[in-house]
């Protein structure tokens, strides 16, 4: 029987590793679990070890779940999936992160759509960096512009980037971020938050100044 609080012992262990070939603190790498597709209880068993970074994609899901642990206060909930116009709505009325903005138009309604009442949206522009076309996100030179809309809204703060590098090419497009990071971070004050890394390439991207790793597989098992 899988159990979620030896795994996320063993990848908390792994974060250590990482950091310490890196000559980096463990404290500058927060784990985000991708708990898209979980069940609730599993979720649970995470936040009693002390996780309370929780990465979701789809939102109908999502919304449900965080409906139904809403007395988990402290629970910090990030929206990491394609963002429909849609659906903008829900991801501003509940959510304390969005991974996944692309869009102008996102920003405007995530703006328009959060409640003054909230604290501030957290936002991370997703960078297409390996250039996919079968990806989301936008282009190195798209990032100043958006970042600048996201400063300029007041019910949004820019937290940074965000970034799902393709297999072959990771250690690579890992650096590209760093630098397109530390260059937004020099713009912003408000900037900190580097999310890259998943189960496979966690190491590579820790390596690289990852400041979020978000980490699914390794937590709650496959699929």
């Known amino acids: 029987m899988m159990c979620i609080k030896d795994n996320i012992a063993a990848v908390n262990l792994q974060i250590k590793s990482a950091c310490e070939q890196a000559n980096r603190s463990p404290e500058q790498v927060t784990l985000l679990a991708v708990s898209k597709t979980k069940p609730i209880e599993l979720i649970k068993q995470a936040y009693h070890t002390g996780q309370l970074s929780f990465g979701e994609n789809y939102i109908q899901e999502a919304v449900d779940k965080i409906s139904q642990l809403k007395h988990l206060q402290d629970i910090v909930w990030h929206y990491i999936g394609p963002i429909q116009s849609n659906k903008t709505k829900l991801i501003a009325e509940n959510f304390d992160w969005v991974q996944s903005v692309d869009r102008a138009k996102v920003i405007t309604r995530l703006n328009d759509q959060r409640s003054c009442n909230h604290t501030p949206l957290n ?23 958006l970042a600048e809309q996201v400063a300029l809204s007041p019910n949004l703060t820019l937290r940074g980037l965000m970034a799902i590098p393709e297999k072959n090419n990771a250690a ?52």
């Open 123 to 145: 936002i991370c522009l997703q960078v297409n960096i390996s250039q996919e076309s079968t990806k989301s996100g936008i282009a190195i030179n798209e990032v100043n512009t």
């Open 172 to 223: 690579q497009s890992f650096n590209q971020m760093h630098k397109l990071f530390t260059t937004l971070k020099q713009r912003y004050n408000t900037v900190d938050t580097l999310s890259m890394g998943m189960s496979g390439d966690l190491n590579d991207a820790i390596n690289a100044g990852s400041t979020m790793v978000r980490i699914g597989t390794a937590i709650f098992g496959e699929r």
